[in-house]
Antibody, heavy 128, light 110 residues
């Protein structure tokens, strides 16, 4: 069973870069889509962006200028960098997998339009 | 992209049915059959409850059902139980090849 675990600093100073890593266990990150989603204290969820492990990325238009998502297939990890952070970036950051199917475990992947596996979340506070 | 609109709270007595609405635009909810719903307990990660408007993942109770009309999707919980008390979020795929979530609805079992 696939499990996701976020890791990274819990405290980041304003104007600096927030960096988080999601380590995937129980399955390969290859040929799948992986997302970052955040939740400010007491507020709703916000999709940050995703990466397809062939290198393509999509970002939330409101965050696009500050976000970079990358992956390291040798470590089965993907990462989030968010630069020029402010207090408004304080949140719980989740990594998640986009659902997919692969009939018979051979041939093409079919990607679904929902997140079916989530990490437990990593709390990041932006403060000096 | 703006967040989808959900009521802040909905309540009901045990055994009753409640419905949570989720309103978007033709660029998200109205334009795709890709609305999903997530349940979240305090301090926990979201859990997928409904996908593709009305489909349930394996293991999710059939007391949860989803529907859509135009730009508004809905989640109905039938036979409300104490364990259903949680926050619920809708989500939709968008024309920007991205996802947008609702602001969340707190369900209270009276």
């Amino acid at each position: 069973q696939v499990q996701l675990q976020e890791s990274g600093p819990g405290l980041v100073k304003p104007s600096e870069t927030l960096s988080l890593t999601c380590t995937v266990s129980g399955g390969s990150i290859s040929s799948k889509y992986w997302s970052w989603i955040r939740q400010p204290p007491g507020k709703g969820l916000e999709w940050i962006g995703d990466i397809y492990i062939s290198g393509s990325t999509n970002y939330n238009p409101s965050l696009k200028s500050r976000v970079t998502i990358s992956a390291d297939t040798s470590k089965n990890q993907f990462s989030l960098n968010l630069n020029s952070v402010t207090a408004a970036d304080t949140a719980v950051y989740y990594c998640a997998r986009r659902g997919y199917s692969r009939p018979g475990n051979v041939g093409p992947y079919y990607y679904n339009y929902y997140m079916d596996v989530w990490g437990k979340g990593s709390t990041v506070t932006v403060s000096s | 992209q703006s967040a989808l609109t959900q009521p802040a709270s909905v309540s009901g007595s045990p055994g009753q049915s409640i419905t949570i609405s989720c309103t978007g635009t033709s660029s998200d909810v109205g334009g795709y059959k890709y609305v999903s719903w997530y349940q979240q307990y305090p301090g926990r990660a979201p859990k997928l409850m409904i996908y593709d408007v009305s489909d349930r993942p394996s293991g999710v109770s059939d007391r949860f059902s989803g529907s859509k009309s135009g730009n508004t999707a809905s989640l109905t919980i039938s036979g409300l139980q104490a364990e259903d008390e949680a926050d619920y979020y809708c989500s939709s795929y968008t024309t920007s090849t991205s996802w947008v979530f609702g602001g969340g609805t707190k369900v209270t079992v009276l």
